[in-house]
T-cell receptor
Framework: AQSVSQHNHHVILSEAASLELGCNYS??????LFWYVQYPGQHLQLLLK??????LVKGIKGFEAEFIKSKFSFNLRKPSVQWSDTAEYFC????????????FGKGTKLSVKP | SQTIHQWPATLVQPVGSPLSLECTVE??????LYWYRQAAGRGLQLLFY??????ISSEVPQNLSASRPQDRQFILSSKKLLLSDSGFYLC?????????????FGEGSWLTVV
């Protein structure tokens, strides 16, 4: 069955620490990959996406993610987090490319201590 | 435990026909409810959200409408479908209160307008 796993339910970091949030998906052929973020008091918004090409994708606010096909992973990274990065982060996978179902992970809550 | 169901899972409709996608949540009361759409090749877009019965906020002007006739029921409708309405529609809920609470997604509905 198609599934997306986010390994960490809650991550707590101090400002300036480096961040890596894990995302793994079950095998399903062609995939499009997304990271979404929901800041406190706001709606979900797109952070970055991978459709094809360079597997290292850069998104907004200094975030990046690397698609490693052999590991079925799409981990989110940021070299130095800020307090304003406190939010919940969702990984999502579009199985079958753009015409496939969109499956979300359960989310990882990130708390950044000032 | 809380569950969310949406149906139908797939739908093929001719241009100009009406649409009704239904979503229900169980195991919680007074949830915030959402309808999102993912068009081919794009990320997720918030269409409507509701914080209570009869209270609907529209994020994007379009051919669609939403209604919340009961506390845990959220319906996405259209009187006359357009080709551009094709896409993957996701219902979601979060616990009542401020925006930013963890969001939980349904299985999704694929709409193809022909």
């Amino acid at each position: 069955a198609q599934s997306v796993s986010q390994h960490n339910h809650h991550v707590i970091l101090s400002e300036a620490a480096s961040l890596e949030l894990g995302c793994n998906y079950s095998y399903g052929g062609t995939v499009n990959l997304f990271w979404y973020v929901q800041y406190p008091g706001q709606h979900l918004q797109l952070l970055l996406k991978y459709f094809s090409g360079d597997p290292l994708v850069k998104g907004i606010k200094g975030f990046e993610a690397e698609f490693i096909k052999s590991k079925f992973s799409f981990n989110l990274r940021k070299p130095s987090v800020q307090w304003s990065d406190t939010a919940e982060y969702f990984c999502a996978v579009n199985y079958g490319g753009s015409q496939g179902n969109l499956i979300f992970g359960k989310g990882t809550k990130l708390s950044v201590k000032p | 435990s809380q569950t969310i169901h949406q149906w139908p899972a797939t739908l093929v409709q001719p241009v100009g026909s009406p649409l009704s996608l239904e979503c229900t949540v169980e195991g919680t009361s007074n949830p915030n409810l959402y309808w999102y759409r993912q068009a081919a090749g794009r990320g997720l877009q918030l269409l409507f959200y509701s914080v209570g019965i009869g209270q609907i906020s529209s994020e994007v002007p379009q051919n669609l409408s939403a209604s919340r006739p009961q506390d845990r029921q959220f319906i996405l409708s259209s009187k006359k479908l357009l080709l551009s309405d094709s896409g993957f529609y996701l219902c979601a809920w979060s616990s009542s209160g401020r925006l930013g609470n963890t969001i939980y997604f349904g299985e999704g509905s694929w709409l193809t307008v022909v």
